[in-house]
Nanobody, 125 residues
Framework: QVQLVESGGGLVQAGGSLRLSCAAS????????MGWFRQAPGKEREFVAH????????YYADSVKGRFTISRDNAKNSVYLQMISLKPEDTGIYYC??????????????????WGQGTQVTVSS
């Protein structure tokens, strides 16, 4: 089992920045690739970003490319999401997720094994 706890959400004006953190415990953190997802009210949970176990390779949803950066610190068992130039449409609950490495680029919700409880991000216009 892997336990994930997100933090760093809050209320920010459009154009502002936030940095989300996700702390992992349980199994060795470096064994897992990590992702960030978000869910807006009334919408399905959607992929935001993914980072491989080493941190060398990252993937992003088109809607956040150039504005969000995913990173990880395996020594601290943590993954981060730096968000800049935030827009009202970025509002939602942000979740971090972990999965065992797979040899494909499937970033669907079902492809991740463990989930945190989420942290709320609200961007006002």
């Amino acid at each position: 089992q892997v336990q994930l706890v997100e933090s760093g959400g809050g209320l920010v004006q459009a154009g502002g920045s936030l940095r989300l953190s996700c702390a992992a415990s349980g199994r060795p953190f470096s064994n897992y690739a990590m992702g960030w997802f978000r869910q807006a009210p009334g919408k399905e949970r959607e992929f935001v970003a993914h980072i491989t176990r080493s941190g060398i390779t990252t993937y992003y949803a088109d809607s956040v490319k150039g504005r969000f950066t995913i990173s990880r610190d395996n020594a601290k068992n943590s993954v981060y999401l730096q968000m800049i130039s935030l827009k009202p449409e970025d509002t939602g609950i942000y979740y971090c997720a972990a999965r065992r490495p797979v040899s494909n680029t499937d970033f669907s919700v079902k492809s991740y094994d463990y989930w945190g409880q989420g942290t709320q991000v609200t961007v006002s216009s």
